[in-house]
């Protein structure tokens, strides 16, 4: 199983919106609604940010939002703030019981 | 509050195995799955498989087969996960983490461990 395709960066300046993608095939984010992203500060414990492509866990901040095109996730942070620079990554079920994730996206607030 | 806490760093060398635990708290722990994750230095994260602390079952990535044994112990609601025939390339964090145990929840681990860091050296 090969490990979804996310940009190895991205960054943008505090109040500044910016969406990091997730690229599989249709055996993956294309074919299942089960798309997950993490928010993992180095050293800590990955958190979990948006789940089934769209749903946000209680207390994570509506500044963080989800989408799916195709077989392309995206993560759309609004509203940047300097805590919001982390490490990112998408995952999906891949079926056969099998969880993929992402190579992760370093977000960097300018 | 729930609460994952995972054994401490393990300096292995290769050919040998390796027992990583999770203890976990603050939540019934035969409701919820147990994911192991593992990320090696300057890589992304790379799943390992799930055990359901329930029933025992395993699912493992093809990758691990053979070579991967998730357990618990609901007596005192820990998971392990035991790799062996270690190499260099299996020099990683070790994460467990749970997801609920119903359709679709299962793949989106919601809570997870501090990590466990494994390095295989001769």
């Known amino acids: 199983q090969s490990a979804l395709t996310q940009p190895p960066s991205a960054s943008g300046s505090p109040g500044q919106s910016v969406t990091i993608s997730c690229t599989g095939t249709?055996?993956?984010?294309?074919?299942?609604?089960?798309v997950s992203w993490y928010q993992h500060h180095p050293g800590k414990a990955p958190k979990l940010m948006i789940y089934?492509?769209?749903k946000r866990p209680s207390g994570v901040p509506d500044r963080f939002s989800g989408s799916k095109s195709g077989n392309t996730a995206s993560l759309t942070v609004s509203g940047l703030q300097t805590e919001d620079e982390a490490d990112y990554y998408c995952?999906?079920?891949?079926?056969?019981?099998?969880?993929?994730f992402g190579g992760g996206t370093k977000l960097t607030v300018l | 509050q729930v609460q994952l806490v995972q054994s401490g760093a393990e300096v292995k060398k290769p050919g040998a195995s390796v027992k990583v635990s999770c203890k976990a708290s603050?939540?019934?722990?035969?409701?919820?799955?147990n994911h192991w994750v593992r990320q090696a230095p300057g890589q992304g994260l790379e799943w390992m498989g799930w055990i359901n602390p329930n029933s025992g079952g395993t699912n493992y990535a093809q990758k691990f087969q053979g070579r991967v044994t998730m357990t618990r112990d609901t007596s005192i609601s820990t998971a392990y996960m035991e790799l062996s025939r270690l190499t260099s390339d299996d020099t990683a964090v070790y994460y467990c983490?749970?997801?609920?145990?119903?359709?679709?929840?299962?793949?989106?681990?919601?809570?997870w461990g501090q990590g466990t860091l494994v390095t295989v050296s001769s």
């Open positions: 603050g939540y019934t722990f035969t409701d919820y799955y």
């Open positions: 983490a749970r997801a609920a145990a119903r359709p679709g929840s299962v793949w989106s681990p919601d809570y």
């Open positions: 995952s999906s079920y891949a079926g056969s019981n099998n969880l993929v």
């Open positions: 089934e492509v769209t």
């Open positions: 249709s055996s993956d984010v294309g074919g299942y609604k089960y």
